[in-house]
């Protein structure tokens, strides 16, 4: 059975009108659907662009005809549950079906910019999960025809619903990086998002993401696990390190990001990341079977929608020539 494999538009990197063209040439060059990324600040000022993801994603939809939705978007500090559920049940009644909605715990370099503080991360995660049950508490009411309320340890809801709300609720999936996080998805949300890795680091994750499910009565087969995979290919091995070091060095940064405020904080570090940290995290090379073999061994694992993100400029030729020597080789 043909892989689902999907196109990553990379927001802190190219401009919106470029990522809709972008994402529309990867649909006609085979890839399946769209994950855009939902940034305030870029990581490094390299790459240049922040643009607003639920724009882009309408736009998005008009050009395309696959799955979209944001990898991931964080409902806790610089919008409140009640608008990005706004927003996503407004994405999805433009396009019924296709659009699921990807929520994580957040990242200081994007949400910091209006919060007093910045808790840590155990609090975060809470605040998701929180966040969570308002999304869903919308979504059930606003589909029955009722307001409903919330107050929680973090946010409150006064009375009220969504008033533009699609047939059915989209997917919530939600972005983990370690094993609490991942079974406590499993046992409330549909679906979860992580980033591509060791097979060491990435079968524990849905290991748990399958108990959690299971804990909640649900079945874990029927249930989305999703992965946003980075990725450097360019006609030459010593080109696919070029880009890899100056448009994504965070790829290779060997410690935890998600207290690092500043783009400028970002590129400082940048400087200290040489080729060999790259190694196990993400594939450099023009090799295209290494590529290839890279991504089937992440859909042997047991994920079922995969989105590429190549660090490059060169994206158009990325999109053709995937397309045609790698996407048609890969199997679910």
Known sequence: MPAHIGYAAMLERFPPAEAVALAALAESHGFTGVMATDHFQPWVPAQGESSFVWSVLAAIGERTTGDLGPGVTTPTFRMHPAVVAQASATLASLYPGRHWLGLGSGEALNEHVVGPYWPEAHERINR??????????????????????HSGPHFRLESTRLWTMPNSAPEILVAASGPVTARRAGRTVDGFITMGGPTDRLVPLITRFEEGAREAGRDPAAMPKVLQLHLSWASTDEEAMRNALHEWPNGGMRFPRSDIRSPYEFDQLARTVRPEDFAGRMVVTADLEAHRADIQRHLDLGFDRIYLHNVGRNQAEFLEVFGRDVLPGLRA
């Open 128 to 149: 998701m999960f929180e966040a969570v049950d308002v999304i869903k508490k919308l979504f059930a009411g606003s589909l029955a025809g009722r307001d409903v309320r």
